[in-house]
């Protein structure tokens, strides 16, 4: 029997203190695998609670019990001018990966961006052998803005080419 999409059993909410031990598990699972994010190092719980804070917006996808399945990040991708453009970062454990949880933080996401005036959502550096991630944008609706060779350095020393992408906030598609 194929997996079931659990969609509707997941709801994002904003974080709230009592989800950071949860927040840097997940985070630091992304980190650890050097797939997706440029960071390097693992948070710590301090380094955790001031990191998130630090947002614009923080949410986190829950399931129905209240696990937190996986979280969002959300903050100008520039200053001044280019102000009014968002940068998101999302993470899902591995354990909730193929629920939804990926589209339920894009959507909530994008939604949020538009509640704080925000008019695009950037991503600046998706790895493009990201298959999972590129596909969902790209469902979702954002718009490739081409390759940068090389642009990202994977634990090992290999660089693989990151692909930018862009999304109107408040456009219907999402």
Not at 80 to 105: D, F, P, T, W
Not at 139 to 154: A, D, N, Q, V, Y
Request: net charge neutral; glycine share 12%; with cysteine.
């Amino acid at each position: 029997m194929a997996k079931a999409r659990e969609t509707a059993a997941v709801r994002v909410r904003p974080f709230a203190p009592g989800d950071l031990a949860a927040m840097r598990e997940i985070w630091n699972e992304v980190v650890d695998a050097g797939q997706a994010f440029p960071q390097e190092e693992r948070l710590t719980p301090e380094g955790a609670a001031e990191f998130f804070a630090a947002q614009s917006a923080c949410g986190v996808a829950v399931d129905g019990a209240g696990r937190v399945l996986g979280l969002y990040i959300l903050h100008p991708n520039n200053v001044g001018r280019c102000g009014h453009i968002a940068n998101a970062s999302y993470a899902v454990a591995g354990s909730a990966c193929g629920q939804g949880v990926g589209r339920a933080l894009v959507r909530a996401s994008l939604a949020e961006a538009g509640r704080l005036g925000f008019r695009i959502l950037q991503f600046n550096a998706v790895a493009v052998d990201n298959t999972p991630a590129r596909h969902l944008y790209e469902k979702l609706g954002f718009t490739p803005l081409g390759i940068i060779p090389g642009g990202f350095r994977r634990p090992g020393g290999e660089y693989v080419d990151i692909a930018l992408y862009w999304h109107a906030v408040g456009e219907a598609d999402a």
